[in-house]
């Protein structure tokens, strides 16, 4: 993530499937930055990844060490071809071959390269330096991967800001901006053509600084809020997440490639920052992570792309110590640089620890129980998580509507309490899915009653 991406985000921004948490997940990945001088040895980094449910990793580089580390793993990896490599492969042939042969054969096909990523935002606005060398420089690499190694499949992509839309909000209005149609359109075109995806680098924490009330805040966390209605499509959005991705496929459609892959590069959350760095606490990164990856396993969806995940890479594995610019930079890292977990993100397997210099395990997601409301929460609030959690997929809330086995008593404080439980019990059992700011409470106490029947453990 870029500093100057920073600022134009911040612009731009004014049936239900649980999976093992044993077996790793597809749709999960990771970037592994580099701007830093404490990182853990390339092989420490492996087993890490391989102690969590993990599957894909980013770099934006060729680092042979770590691709050398990565043989054997399964992980699939994406690498990168710098900026200033764009202007000789887009000009010589010969150098897309001599990049391929030096940074992709020699770790073929142990090592599972999957994407090779031209650039990191090359098309932003107000810099069309690189811009219409990418697409000759992508066609070249391409050329060069089909024609040395045809049976690897790797495909070929570029990754982009949130800036390359000129409109976001609502979803439905995402288009791309005018003033970088001409490469855009090429570059959509040559992934229509070879099937590769669309990358793009969604941040609601950017879209959180630009509107820091805490509506947005519950918005960009996944948590309980009122939603937002998109009069366009008509459909309702219950996190920032969503709404950026379905931005960018209204753009997309708009364009005529309605049918093109999204790929999220790069999400992710700080969790410190500078004093006027609204929302960067470690609560709030815990929040944003786990409760994205809760979701992605939910296989919920968006509402314009439901019922399936997207591929999505949280930044950041590890902190970059070297980066300029502000402190939040410095600070997306999921591990710390002995191995330990800055916070659970829910990312552990099942039945192992993520390594650390003490070897204190990691906390496991609850495995049983029930979520209820705390005794102090208002109807007000009830109300809230009520609504929030019978518009999330997968959750049932036909009991709790008029005839329903769980109708009566027909009070917000019964109803909600159905409802959250309902969520909390779809999205994994984890101790932060039984939040719901701070108005909710994990009870060893079956409330069932009657023929109300509660879902969770011992029902």
């Known amino acids: 993530?870029?500093?100057?991406?920073?600022?134009?985000?911040?612009?731009?921004?004014?049936?239900?499937?649980?999976?093992?948490?044993?077996?790793?997940?597809?749709?999960?990945?990771?970037?592994?930055?580099?701007?830093?001088?404490?990182?853990?040895?390339?092989?420490?980094?492996?087993?890490?990844?391989?102690?969590?449910?993990?599957?894909?990793?980013?770099?934006?580089?060729?680092?042979?060490?770590?691709?050398?580390?990565?043989?054997?793993?399964?992980?699939?990896?994406?690498?990168?071809?710098?900026?200033?490599?764009?202007?000789?492969l887009a000009s010589d042939p010969s150098a897309a071959r001599r990049w391929v042969s030096v940074n992709v054969l020699p770790f073929l096909p142990a090592t599972a390269i999957s994407i090779v990523s031209v650039g990191n935002e090359v098309l932003a606005p107000g810099d069309a330096s690189l811009g219409p060398q990418l697409l000759p420089a992508m066609r070249n690499l391409h050329s060069a991967l089909s024609e040395a190694a045809p049976s690897a499949g790797i495909k070929v992509s570029t990754v982009h800001s949130m800036a390359v839309l000129a409109s976001s909000e609502p979803p439905s209005a995402g288009a791309f901006r005018a003033d970088l149609t001409s490469n855009l359109a090429g570059v959509l075109g040559f992934l229509r053509e070879t099937g590769a995806p669309f990358m793009?680098?969604?941040?609601?924490?950017?879209?959180?600084?630009?509107d820091p009330r805490p509506e947005t805040l519950a918005f960009c966390l996944f948590r309980p809020?009122?939603?937002?209605?998109?009069?366009?499509?008509?459909?309702?959005?219950?996190?920032?997440?969503?709404?950026?991705?379905?931005?960018?496929?209204?753009?997309?459609?708009?364009?005529?490639?309605?049918?093109?892959?999204?790929?999220?590069?790069?999400?992710?959350?700080?969790?410190?920052g500078d004093q006027d760095e609204a929302g960067a606490t470690v609560d709030n990164a815990k929040a944003f992570n786990a409760n994205l990856v809760a979701h992605l396993r939910s296989m919920a969806?968006?509402?314009?792309?439901p019922g399936r995940s997207v591929d999505t890479y949280i930044f950041a594995l590890y902190d970059e110590d070297l980066k300029p610019g502000p402190a939040s930079e410095r600070s997306f890292g999921l591990f710390r640089a002995d191995l330990s977990p800055v916070y659970d993100a829910g990312l552990a397997k099942t039945g192992t620890t993520q390594g650390n210099s003490t070897g204190t395990p990691a906390r496991k997601p609850a495995a049983a129980g029930w979520c209820v409301p705390k005794a102090e929460a208002?109807?007000?609030?009830?109300?809230?998580?009520?609504?929030?959690?019978?518009?999330?997929?997968?959750v049932d809330c036909r009991p709790i509507q008029d005839g329903g086995a769980c109708y009566l008593p027909n009070t917000v404080r019964s109803h909600a309490a159905y409802a959250m439980n309902q969520l909390y019990?779809?999205?994994?059992?984890?101790?932060?899915?039984?939040?719901?700011?701070?108005?909710?409470?994990?009870?060893?106490d079956n409330p069932s009653y009657a023929t109300c029947v509660y879902s969770g453990a011992g029902s």
């Open 378 to 394: 208002t109807d007000e609030d009830l109300q809230a998580n009520l609504d929030y959690a019978c518009a999330q997929q997968g």
């Open 301 to 305: 969806g968006t509402p314009l792309m």
């Open 1 to 88: 993530m870029s500093y100057r991406s920073r600022f134009f985000l911040l612009v731009i921004s004014s049936l239900f499937l649980i999976l093992p948490f044993g077996e790793s997940q597809s749709f999960v990945g990771v970037n592994y930055g580099e701007v830093a001088d404490n990182l853990p040895p390339p092989e420490a980094t492996a087993r890490l990844l391989k102690s969590t449910t993990i599957s894909k990793i980013r770099l934006y580089g060729t680092d042979p060490p770590i691709l050398r580390a990565l043989a054997g793993t399964n992980i699939s990896v994406i690498i990168g071809a710098a900026d200033g490599d764009i202007p000789s």
């Open 225 to 272: 809020n009122p939603g937002r209605f998109d009069s366009g499509s008509k459909l309702t959005y219950t996190n920032m997440f969503d709404a950026q991705l379905d931005a960018v496929k209204s753009a997309l459609t708009a364009a005529g490639f309605s049918e093109a892959e999204v790929v999220v590069a790069e999400t992710g959350w700080p969790y410190r």
């Open 200 to 210: 793009i680098n969604p941040y609601p924490y950017f879209a959180y600084q630009s």
């Open 425 to 444: 019990q779809n999205t994994g059992r984890h101790g932060w899915d039984c939040d719901f700011q701070k108005t909710a409470v994990l009870t060893r």
